[in-house]
């Protein structure tokens, strides 16, 4: 299917479904109020993934599931998370190919939402009530917000990966996206701004083991200083010691590589920045404080562009405990290249197309009988919804 929907080659149309399947993950997240840490596209299309925190996914959904169920939430925290399994295939609609396979695609989200249900329901029609309610949700969500989540489809076809503050830049950049973050708690005040000075909105620590901290703190300190060839001696992260040893000499971009350790910190939202690695950096500069806060301002964009390297030395530095300079460069060097940016023009014609409702001719009308189609093609044939 050709048409403004489509922003990339005709070889790559799966990458595009996918990522508007994983945007409207983050869009029902984002405008439920509820914490996102990165979303991603497999290379190729045809899978990805929504992380609400680091650790998502560590536990079977059941269990959470049986947890949560404990402590009697409110109806809308039901309605709200199955609003958001639901929004992947409805936003994915959008842009109907040849190659989508609907069971394939949304299966996984329709089995934990049925999990979801099976939990906190008594009988079918239960189920079929708050199943309606969500959906419903779902569809206006995607609808009033379809600019945003286009513009961090945009960005996460470019990219395969994006981040929190990479997902909430896109969201900020989009027509309409800085009236959705003022209107959450999570995401309003000092989220609702470019990084400049400001932090972000801290969460507790406890949401992340210790020893995955230490591994993505000294990696960023790593990965500032391979890029930036300072020369790597090796790095730490133990429960019982934490350290990478560079070889800074008379280089100027040693401030930067000390302070990505607090840059770093409040991308992944922990309190008390990185006092250790500041009180270096001001020695260095020789107390003062101006240069190190510019070296700051760079160090927190270094963290977003590189955010994919740093976790994955981080993976490679929590299974092995020590890296050596070498093994640092070998991990690096194997990092892989991004998709080219698209042209202004593509981007300008697409912008133009969302804001004059033109997709809808090309995609999918969430109208009452289409939805119901849509879900009972995806749960095989079973009336999934009244």
């Given at each position: ?177 800085r009236e959705l973050l ?67 000499g008379r280089h100027p ?34 107390g003062d404080q101006e ?96």
């Amino acid at each position: 299917m050709g048409g403004l929907s489509y922003p990339g080659t005709p070889s790559s149309p799966k990458e595009w479904s996918s990522s508007l399947h994983e945007v409207g993950h983050v869009l029902l997240a984002i405008a439920c109020d509820q914490p996102i840490y990165s979303v991603e596209i497999a290379r190729g299309g045809g899978s990805g993934f929504f992380l609400s925190h680091p650790d998502a996914g560590e536990r079977p959904w059941s269990e959470v599931c049986g947890a949560v169920r404990k402590i009697e939430p409110p109806l809308s925290w039901v309605i709200d998370h199955l609003a958001g399994y639901y929004a992947g295939g409805l936003a994915q609609m959008h842009f109907l190919h040849d190659e989508l396979d609907l069971q394939t695609s949304c299966g996984a989200d329709f089995e934990d939402a049925n999990c979801l249900l099976d939990t906190f329901c008594v009988n079918e029609d239960q189920q079929a009530f708050l199943r309606s309610q969500a959906l419903d949700k779902a569809t206006k969500t995607i609808s009033k917000y379809s600019a945003i989540a286009w513009e961090i489809a945009l960005r996460l076809y470019t990219w395969r990966k994006l981040y929190r503050e990479q997902i909430l830049e896109a969201v900020r950049d989009a027509p309409g996206g800085r009236e959705l973050l003022a209107g959450t708690t999570r995401y309003c005040a000092r989220d609702n701004v470019r990084p400049g000075h400001e932090g972000l909105m801290q969460r507790s620590a406890s949401s992340i083991s210790d020893l995955r901290h230490r591994a993505l703190h000294e990696s960023s300190h790593a990965v500032a200083a391979h890029a930036l060839r300072i020369p790597v001696v090796d790095v730490t992260a133990r429960t019982d010691k934490a350290e990478t040893r560079v070889k800074f000499g008379r280089h100027p971009g040693a401030l930067v590589v000390l302070m990505v350790g607090e840059a770093i910190e409040e991308v992944l939202g922990f309190s008390g920045g990185s006092p250790g690695d500041r009180e270096i950096a001001m020695g260095l500069a020789h107390g003062d404080q101006e240069k190190v806060n510019q070296a700051l301002v760079k160090a927190r964009a270094f963290v977003r562009d590189h955010m994919g390297e740093i976790e994955k030395l981080a993976v490679a530095l929590e299974s092995r405990g020590v890296l050596s300079g070498a093994a640092v460069s070998n991990i690096l060097a194997a990092a892989p290249e991004p998709r080219p940016v698209m042209s202004a023009e593509r981007r300008r014609q697409i912008a133009v197309a969302v804001a004059t409702r033109e997709l809808a001719d090309e995609g999918f009308e969430p109208t009452a009988s289409n939805i119901t189609w849509w879900v009972r093609e995806i749960l095989n044939g079973q009336a999934a919804c009244t």
